[in-house]
């Protein structure tokens, strides 16, 4: 009987994590601050101090979240080539949760471009294009 118990406890513990399993997009508008419109630095940082706080564990559309992030450290770089490894290490992070993340392509492109690595540009542009000629060709 004790053991019955710890086997249905244990599944109970296990079904309880996986519905406890957040989606990004469902917090998203809460931990940023919108881009439209005019942004303040105090926003940006704002928007990355919220962003850096939410609990990725069992998190689903990373990509999103990561992407967002490299979006924020882009505006906050003023397209400083010297501040670009960090878009790029976000936007590569987007990719690692989901290898066709079209925006991740994309930013990874205008990220390369400021460093002037004209090589990285096209592969970038490339690989977007690969993942769009579904949606545009």
């Not at 931990?31 to 609990?55: F, P, R, W």
């Not at 992070?93 to 993340?101: D, F, I, T």
């Not at 392509?105 to 690989?127: M, P, S």
Request: proline share 1%.
């Amino acid at each position: 009987m004790k053991c019955l118990f710890s086997v249905v406890l244990f599944l109970s513990l296990i079904s309880s994590i996986s519905a406890q399993k957040g989606d990004y997009l469902k917090i998203r508008e809460q931990v940023y601050v919108s881009t439209c419109g005019s942004i303040t630095k105090q926003d940006i940082e704002s928007s990355i101090m919220n962003l850096h706080a939410v609990d990725t564990n069992n998190m689903k559309n990373l990509h999103m979240y990561y992407e967002d992030l490299g979006m924020y450290h882009w505006l906050l770089s003023n397209s400083n080539p010297a501040q670009i490894d960090t878009v790029i290490k976000y936007n590569f992070s987007a990719l690692h949760h989901k290898p066709n993340a079209t925006k991740a392509f994309w930013n990874l492109a205008f990220a390369y471009k400021q460093k002037d690595d004209c090589q990285k540009v096209i592969e970038y542009i490339n690989r977007y294009k690969e993942f769009t000629k579904q949606k545009y060709g």
